[in-house]
């Protein structure tokens, strides 16, 4: 594994490699390897398959995660063909900076940071590109991601807390657009939680006076009608 600024090869290149899984399963993580100071690396120990392999470059580095051969999603990935007995080599990587975005997530009873908050990065396919977790200080850093203008989520998952888009945005068409730079950090993307309220209810027919169950409830914002800001399913019970 090389780049333009180490053609000497780049150290601590974290190797995933997935088996293709014939009982249904898709790909699945079967092993992994750091790439040596050289940019040298093998995996051993594998049997006779179709694999993908991903390049996950260390966290402290602008390089972009890449697939073999060059590609940017697992989906798009080249097979590469094992067989028993052999080494099934020259499956190298030419890594390419990227930029990143990083900020920090609070809310008015956690002023300190917000910890366990998912940081998601879409771009205007809504494709996720890249992603992050808050520390305990809430403070967050995405892996490296293309150049471009992107949106951003934090997803505090469940929690006493809503989820928002950035810059205190309901949803996705409605979020600010963040703006990433080769070889650098977009940094103060923060963002403050607001503590969730609920809407309850029950959805009844003609057939079914004491409740249809698995009605999708869909609630929207005045300010973007087309996306819901939040989903669920009537219960089975009632």
């Known amino acids: 594994v090389t780049s333009a600024a180490e053609p000497g090869g780049v150290e601590g290149v974290l190797i995933y490699v997935y088996l293709w899984d014939e009982t249904g399963w898709g790909w699945t993580y079967v092993d992994s390897n ?3 100071s050289d940019g040298t690396y093998e995996v051993g120990g594998l049997e006779a398959g179709i694999y ?3 390049f996950i470059p260390p966290l ?4 972009m995660r890449e697939y073999y051969n060059d590609k940017r999603s697992l989906e798009s990935a080249n097979n590469v063909y094992v067989e028993l007995g052999q080494t099934t080599s020259a499956i190298d990587a030419i890594l390419e900076e990227g930029g990143k975005i990083s900020g920090t997530v609070t809310s008015a009873t956690e002023p300190g940071g917000v910890q366990g908050v998912d940081v998601l990065v879409y771009d205007q396919d809504l494709n996720q590109v890249a992603s992050g977790w808050t520390d305990g200080y809430g403070y967050y850093e995405t892996e490296a991601m293309p150049p471009g ?7 505090p998952w469940e929690s006493v807390y809503m989820e928002e ?3 205190s945005k309901l949803s996705f068409g409605s979020a600010d657009w963040v703006s990433v730079m080769a070889g ?3 940094a103060d993307i923060d963002a403050v939680l607001d503590v969730a309220g609920s809407i309850s209810g029950r959805v009844t027919g003609a057939l079914n006076p004491g409740g249809v169950p698995y009605v999708l409830v869909s609630l929207y914002s005045v300010d973007d009608p087309l996306d ?3 989903s669920t399913m009537t219960s089975s019970q009632d």
């Open 34 to 36: 750091n790439t040596a």
């Open 52 to 54: 993908l392999v991903a």
């Open 60 to 63: 402290d580095s602008f390089y």
């Open 149 to 155: 203008d992107y949106k951003v989520v934090f997803n």
């Open 165 to 167: 888009w950035y810059q």
């Open 184 to 186: 650098a950090t977009t």
């Open 228 to 230: 819901p800001v939040t």
